[in-house]
């Protein structure tokens, strides 16, 4: 199969998405589309299988001219889609998810449910997973959703696949059994659109690259002819330079002392992180890190241990105790927790700080709406206005708006969990300055984070924890990729 996009082009009133993109891939190659949040990649795949209308250009199929009515269309003419928002039912089981409009029946007309645990079982063995398909989808990790979803494609025997960021929730070891399964998969003929911001992987799996930027294609290139250098230029119009502005850090008392915490995924977990300090959290998935600081801000219960503010010992029974304490938490999954995706943009700025603006019980929307606005400049959110929903920006967008919440806020500590996952490179040197600035002003910052690149250049100091425990608390001056691996691993 051949798929041919020529000036393609959509507006949603007076925004312009796309303005003349140019794109195409063949069957038996891993193309990949990269460009910053927000410059139109997820929308010319919505325009491809069906799921929006385009204003103008041409689709070709195979050379004929096409146009897809939905996505369940491009799916029985051999396009899949797996979206980078999962939309699964966890309440529901595993197999029934994976079936769910597909059931098989057996010939008595009912479902098949024995086949079917079979059918689902074989896909999910292909890929080297041993998720149990009677269990609910709900009670799984985001990286077994994901699993789950590609096995959801392989099912349709589609011969171009379109994976949107695949890799963001991933291991290590579920993305190499992925790549390995995308090799396979290439040999057989089938294709791949591959939208990811982890330039690594570019030269690690893709044969070709796309890039756009501002609605427009800029390029196309060989993966094996193209540097890192030329790609961040055609994503940003400009030489970013270093990913990672330079840490000049004055490190002032403790703001926060953990000691002795112990909870569901962790065990005697003791650290301190000083005012002005950035202290990073690396470990595999699974070693309890973002389970730590949810026991700290006090969404999980701990078992035992204590937490000390300014050297004063403090009970964090709850999220309204932390962010009256000065804490703020930039969760991980910023769409469920981090953002009310259908309120606007000034209400999910302005919740933690909304009793600031009450005037004899009544909100002074003047006093908010300069609040917001200050905001969204300082943090350069790109949005219409303030009144826009939350769920119509892009990913780095929506993660500054998190970001300007706890700003806004206040807060003295603030708990960063991945904050640049599903971020382009434009939009993680911005939050990095903004990380610099607020430990400008004595904010003491935990990262936690699965990018060592970041851990390493933006942390002061690196704690690692390996399977629940904390194995050591390094310098990241001077450190290494090998050093912090090696503790996260188990070793000395």
Avoid at 354 to 375: A, N, P, T
Avoid at 419 to 431: L, S
Avoid at 467 to 482: L, N, Y
Wanted: proline share 2%; glycine share 10%.
């Amino acid at each position: 199969m051949k798929i041919e996009m020529k000036g393609i082009k959509k507006a949603f009133g007076t925004n312009k998405v796309l303005q003349g993109v140019d794109f195409e891939v063949n069957s038996g190659e891993v193309h990949a589309l990269m460009g910053e949040n927000g410059a139109g990649k997820s929308t010319l795949m919505n325009i491809l299988t069906g799921l929006l209308k385009k204003d103008a250009g041409t689709i070709k199929i195979d050379g004929k001219e096409t146009t897809y009515t939905s996505a369940l269309d491009a799916e029985h003419h051999g396009i899949s889609f797996i979206h980078q928002e999962m939309n699964n039912f966890p309440e529901m089981s595993v197999v029934d998810n994976m079936f769910l409009n597909k059931e098989l029946k057996n010939k008595f007309g009912l479902m098949d449910q024995k086949k079917m645990k079979k059918q689902a079982k074989k896909y999910l063995d292909h890929l080297g997973s041993d998720i149990n398909v009677d269990n609910k989808i709900g009670d799984l990790t985001v990286g077994q959703q994901q699993m789950i979803e590609i096995a959801k494609s392989l099912m349709t025997n589609a011969k171009i696949i379109i994976m949107d960021e695949p890799t963001a929730a991933l291991t290590e070891n579920e993305t190499a059994i992925l790549f390995k399964t995308i090799r396979e998969l290439k040999a057989q003929n089938v294709g791949f659109i591959y939208i990811s911001h982890r330039m690594e992987e570019l030269w690690e799996i893709c044969d070709r690259v796309t890039v756009m930027r501002d609605g427009i294609s800029v390029g196309t290139y060989e993966t094996k002819n193209v540097k890192e250098d030329q790609i961040v230029h055609d994503m940003v119009g400009r030489d970013i330079g270093d990913y990672y502005p330079a840490r000049h850090p004055k490190i002032g008392p403790v703001a926060l002392k953990a000691e002795h915490l112990s909870g569901g995924k962790f065990h005697d977990i003791n650290f301190e992180v000083h005012e002005g300090e950035i202290l990073g959290f690396s470990g595999l998935m699974g070693a309890g890190r973002t389970e730590t600081m949810r026991a700290i801000f006090g969404i999980d219960k701990l078992s035992e241990g204590e937490i000390y503010l300014s050297g004063k010992k403090v009970k964090l029974s709850n999220p309204s105790d932390s962010i009256k304490h000065g804490i703020g938490f930039l969760t991980e999954d910023r769409k469920n927790e981090g953002l009310v995706l259908d309120q606007s943009l000034e209400d999910n700025i302005a919740l933690p700080s909304i009793d600031g603006f009450r005037k004899h019980g009544l909100i002074d929307q003047k006093s908010e709406d300069h609040f917001v606005d200050m905001l969204m400049k300082r943090l350069t959110v790109k949005a219409q206005s303030a009144k826009v929903t939350a769920r119509s920006l892009s990913g780095g967008n929506q993660q500054k708006v998190v970001l300007a919440k706890w700003v806004g806020s206040g807060s003295k500590i603030l708990i960063l969990d991945e904050p640049t996952r599903g971020v382009d490179v434009g939009a993680k040197k911005e939050i990095y300055e903004l990380m610099n600035q607020l430990t400008d002003r004595h904010v003491a910052i935990i990262m936690v984070s699965s990018d060592l690149p970041e851990v390493l250049s933006m942390s002061d100091r690196i704690a690692v924890l390996y399977e629940g425990k904390r194995m050591g608390i390094i310098d990241a001056k001077g450190a290494t990729q090998e050093q912090v691996m090696k503790l996260a691993t188990g070793g000395k």
